[in-house]
């Protein structure tokens, strides 16, 4: 017997299995079953799994959801909730990853998760994916300024799916249900995100007008640079946040002082003019700016101008656009910071 774990609960230990072994957490073999007809449906057969296997159920979430193959075997408890999956499981859907467990593939619970998501929370998370963090945040974790500011995630830690993979795998799967809204999503998910902060910066600026955003060209994320040192004695790798190839131009998240440390600060600045002597004009982008929807108004037109990119009317429609897609990406942000 084993237990298909929707895409919630897969979700919820995908983050927990990413926060303490990186990539490895998850990596496992893909479920060659065609069927779920050995699906888990009670309480009862839960207890009969190893000891590994409900150490690793404690981090799905409360009730566990999961899937079984015929509506006569739906259940609902306060441990366990079962869904029906009565089609053939596509192949690259679930992974296998031992003691009688198997979850959904980032790429499948991306597409399954459009049903209960709306468009940016599942952009959201896709950018969570192709990231270098994770929405679980150990209890001994301490990741420098932005574990201050990002709380309930783990930093530095490898992505588990590619934008390019999971855009493939959703044409993939053209016809099945949920895949157009999934698709739509997909268009605006990039790699390499650091920070649930970053991805909300990203996205204010260049999601279309149509969902609130400013409409500026995608940025590459964190890309390395090779660059000489402001002494030209040496060979070095910086990574810019924000990064608009072509122009050079580098939006650089940095904490407000109040949430960083003087070595911060410090570390901040000679990064800032490392990039500056290699003809990259970098933009310093704060917390405080982030949060005034009027001061990052005046940044984003700024970052437009020297992008060169032909200012567009915004309306009132736009403006409460803007109001509706800001609460969706800080407001949890804002929340976070005032624990």
């Not at 890309?223 to 002494?231: G, R, W, Y």
């Not at 608009?244 to 940095?254: C, S």
């Amino acid at each position: 017997m084993r237990i298909y774990l929707n895409q919630e609960s897969s979700l919820a230990l995908m983050r927990y299995l990413r926060s303490v072994g990186g990539k490895d957490g998850i990596e496992a073999a893909a479920c060659r079953k065609r069927l779920m007809n050995d699906a888990i449906k009670t309480t009862r057969d839960i207890e009969e799994l190893d000891v590994s296997a409900h150490f690793l159920l404690e981090h799905a979430g409360q009730p566990i959801h999961a899937f079984v193959s015929e509506r006569a075997m739906a259940t609902r408890t306060k441990q366990l909730v079962t869904h029906v999956f009565s089609r053939e499981i596509p192949f690259g859907s679930f992974l296998d990853i031992g003691h009688g467990i198997c979850i959904c593939t980032p790429q499948y619970a991306f597409l399954r998760l459009g049903a209960k998501y709306d468009l940016i929370e599942l952009v959201k998370t896709g950018m969570e994916l192709c990231g270098t963090y994770s929405r679980w945040e150990l209890p001994s974790a301490t990741h420098s300024k932005r574990a201050q500011e990002d709380k309930g995630c783990t930093f530095d830690i490898p992505p588990i799916l590619q934008a390019r993979h999971l855009r493939l795998f959703l044409e993939r799967l053209k016809g099945h249900g949920g895949v157009v809204k999934a698709r739509t999503a997909a268009q605006y998910v990039l790699d390499g995100s650091a920070s649930p902060m970053e991805t909300a910066v990203y996205l204010l600026l260049c999601l279309p007008k149509r969902y609130g955003g400013y409409g500026l060209p995608k940025p590459l994320l964190n890309p390395k640079l090779t660059i000489k040192n402001p002494s030209g004695t040496e060979t070095i790798e910086r990574y810019p946040d924000l990064f608009w190839k072509g122009p050079n131009i580098d939006v650089e998240y940095n904490s407000d002082d109040k949430h960083s440390g003087e070595w911060s600060r410090y570390r901040d600045s000679r990064r800032e003019v490392e990039l500056t002597v290699a003809d990259v004009r970098v933009l310093p982008l704060t917390r405080d700016q982030v949060m005034d929807a009027e001061g990052f108004d005046e940044f984003a037109h700024g970052l437009r101008r020297m992008l060169g990119i032909q200012k567009r009317a915004m309306d009132a429609s736009w403006q409460q656009r803007r109001n509706e897609l800001r609460h969706s990406l800080l407001f949890e942000l804002q929340r976070e910071t005032a624990r």
